[in-house]
């Protein structure tokens, strides 16, 4: 029996402790086409509000957050907040076909969700076909009210959203791609907050500009939003002291480049101590293995009030695009805080053991031009998106939308980073994996060297996880778990799994409902490198699902 919203909100407020605390925030959110120019062309892009990057989503811990979606383009939409837990509102989490229809023209949807226990920088999202390549934007968690943060306060925040730009249309792009059967166009540019700084044969100088003042700290968050490519950070002439990852805190360590996946955020501590000036801001792209990437470095500029117009720009060499090294050593400088007030509660038992190898395959295509097509898989299946949502499927026991036999290990073992089985063909289906409410997972995503090996960035909807081990080549069950960090390990919802590795990660299944599990390379989830746990409900009141609001979309 669906709730009005008037139940629905007295409802969410008894299950917070910590409503009185707590605000309810109210967003609008309006899809539109923005006729945009960058790289010397114009084209209508996927917008909110007419926004690119959209409008930043402020919030408090603990608040619960209510944001109306209206549809004014031709396409369906949705929207996934990116890392917000989603406790027991699943209805809201957005991905299509997943836990929603999509908003179809000319409707709305509004969302709700909690922002129960969570600070830090996330994001938003389209959760669509290729409509997050514009459509997207950052969320901030601030503490709640008279909580400090658990480093130095800084003098001003500063969101930074990193993304692509094509100059075709992005749903062209991959519709092409999936016609005939082959990778999809890279894209043209690199952007910060939207603008690609100053490129080859072309008059465009727009460029994301940082005014500081000298002496000051900045806390800067810095946001992947690329479809694709996974990115290099770094402002010419000064250390960043990362603080946050993916609203975690961590331990504090200095470095001169970040590192971020497709999804995933980290906050970082820049003190302006380096002299009046002028420094470049750029993003490049990783990528250590044989695919095709952008190569186009973003720019941008910091800089410091009074800085006269003949000051010369210092500029900043950008690690190589193939330097795994340096990928490696900042996934190994993360670790979770485990303060008193912030622990790291990893799970010490595992009730399910879970391997899951994730790649690409070839599979045969009577209606592609060369007669077969990409396609990625986990565990040598690749995911079919269903007509119906699987959480409605699911909550209203609809027959034939999905199964419950994901494997939990591959059905047929062989040396995943090594040689390589003859047959590229993969399986096909709807099916997620079924775990108890409160059970403990251990997941290791062991890359595979399918055609290529590549760097996967991996996001969970529905938890944080704890990243707890990682490696080259094949992951030993008899050795590597010895080295497992189970004290301080970086605490997330997106992890990269290294080209030819594997990444162990461990979480509470204490969220019931269904969530998304896949690659967050747009490319692979088109192809089908995705599946969804499904969470059992609990035997207490508050273990269950929400029932659905009135408005969701029907599809």
Request: charged content about 15%.
């Amino acid at each position: 029996m669906f709730m009005s919203w008037v139940q629905m909100l007295l409802f969410v407020s008894l299950l917070s402790p910590t409503s009185v605390q707590s605000e309810i925030r109210h967003y609008s959110f309006t899809v539109v086409l923005k006729n945009t120019t960058r790289l010397c062309a114009t084209k209508p892009i996927v917008t909110v509000n007419g926004k690119f990057p959209g409008p930043t989503l402020y919030a408090r811990e603990d608040d619960n957050v209510f944001v109306n979606v209206t549809n004014l383009i031709k396409d369906n939409v949705t929207i996934h907040w990116h890392g917000v837990r989603q406790l027991r509102t699943g209805w809201s989490d957005g991905p299509a076909y997943i836990t929603q229809c999509p908003i179809q023209p000319g409707r709305s949807y509004l969302y709700n969700f909690t922002l129960t226990g969570q600070r830090g920088t996330l994001l938003w999202h389209a959760h669509i076909a290729w409509l997050r390549s514009t459509m997207h934007g950052a969320i901030v968690i601030l503490p709640k009210k008279g909580v400090p943060y658990p480093f130095p306060k800084p003098d001003k925040q500063k969101v930074i959203v990193l993304g692509e730009w094509w100059k075709s249309d992005t749903e062209a792009v991959i519709n092409e791609a999936l016609q005939t059967g082959l990778a999809p166009n890279v894209s043209d540019a690199h952007t910060i907050n939207g603008h690609t700084g100053p490129v080859p044969n072309c008059s465009y100088r727009g460029a994301y500009n940082l005014h500081v003042e000298n002496g000051k700290t900045y806390l800067l968050r810095v946001i992947n939003a690329a479809l694709n490519d996974e990115l290099f950070f770094k402002i010419a002439g000064h250390d960043l002291t990362v603080v946050e990852v993916d609203a975690a805190y961590t331990k504090p360590f200095k470095t001169d480049t970040l590192f971020l996946g497709p999804g995933q955020t980290t906050t970082a501590l820049l003190t302006t101590d380096s002299g009046i000036g002028k420094y470049v801001i750029a993003i490049s792209p990783f990528m250590d293995t044989v695919v095709s990437v952008d190569t186009f470095t973003g720019t941008g500029y910091l800089i410091y009030n009074n800085t006269l117009p003949s000051i010369p720009t210092t500029v900043t060499t950008m690690p190589p695009v193939n330097a795994t090294w340096k990928t490696l050593v900042f996934a190994e400088s993360l670790r979770s805080l485990n303060s008193k007030q912030y622990p790291a509660n990893v799970p010490l038992t595992v009730d399910h053991s879970l391997l899951f190898t994730i790649g690409v395959g070839i599979d045969p295509c009577a209606t592609c031009s060369n007669g077969s097509r990409a396609v990625a898989a986990i565990n040598n299946i690749t995911f079919d998106m269903p007509t119906i949502a699987i959480l409605e499927a699911h909550y209203y026991g609809i027959k034939g939308v999905f199964t419950d036999d994901f494997p939990g290990k591959p059905l047929m073992p062989y040396d995943y980073t090594g040689v390589q089985p003859t047959n590229l063909q993969t399986m096909h289906g709807t099916r997620v994996y079924r775990l108890a409410y409160n059970s403990t997972v251990e997941l290791v995503i062991q890359g595979n060297s399918m055609l290529a090996p590549e760097s996967h960035p991996t996001h969970l909807h529905g938890f944080n996880f704890f990243a707890v081990g990682r490696g080259l080549g094949n992951f030993n069950p008899a050795k590597d778990p010895k080295k497992y960090n189970l004290v301080d390990p970086v605490e997330r919802n997106t992890i990269s799994v290294p080209t030819a590795g594997w990444t162990a990660i461990r979480f509470r299944a204490d969220n019931p409902g269904v969530w998304f599990f896949h690659c967050h390379l747009e490319v692979h989830t088109t192809w089908g490198l995705k599946m969804a746990f499904l969470v059992e409900n609990g035997k207490g009141p508050n273990e269950s699902v929400v029932p659905p609001p009135r408005d969701l979309p029907q599809c």
